[in-house]
Nanobody, 113 residues
Framework: QVQLVESGGGLVQTGGSLRLSCTVSEDIVSGTFMAWYRQAPGEQRELVASISGSSATYYADSVKGRFTISRDNAKNTVFLQMNSLKPEDTANYYC???????WGPGTQVTVSS
C-alpha cells in the first residue's frame, strides 16, 4: 500500500518560515499531480497549493507570494516552503495525490502572534 508521510511542522513566530516535506513510499512523484491541504480546528480542509505532472503550480489566494510548492523526484518528495507565516496559517497540513488515493497523518503548523 502506497503511503504518504508529512513532516516539518512545528511552532514558529509570526513572520517565520517552515519547510514541509511529503515523502511517498513508492516512485510516483515524478509526473504526478501532488497537493498540499490544510485543516484548522472547526474548519473544512482546504487546498493550499498543488503541482501538476508538468510542474504547473496553483496557490490559494491566502498563501500566494508566501508559499512555494516543489518536488524532488529522486527522493519521491514534495515540499511546501512557507515564508512570512501568519497566525491564520495555523493548521494541520496534509499531502495528497489522486495516484495514492489516501491521506497521510498530516503535520501540525502553529504560528504564534
Amino acid at each position: 500500500q502506497v503511503q504518504l508521510v508529512e513532516s516539518g511542522g512545528g511552532l514558529v513566530q509570526t513572520g517565520g518560515s517552515l519547510r514541509l516535506s511529503c515523502t511517498v513510499s513508492e516512485d510516483i512523484v515524478s509526473g504526478t499531480f501532488m497537493a498540499w491541504y490544510r485543516q484548522a480546528p472547526g474548519e473544512q480542509r482546504e487546498l493550499v497549493a498543488s503541482i501538476s505532472g508538468s510542474s504547473a503550480t496553483y496557490y490559494a489566494d491566502s498563501v500566494k507570494g508566501r508559499f512555494t510548492i516543489s518536488r524532488d523526484n529522486a527522493k519521491n518528495t514534495v515540499f511546501l516552503q512557507m515564508n512570512s507565516l501568519k497566525p491564520e496559517d495555523t493548521a494541520n497540513y496534509y499531502c495528497y495525490s489522486p495516484a495514492v488515493g489516501s491521506w497521510g497523518p498530516g503535520t501540525q503548523v502553529t504560528v504564534s502572534s
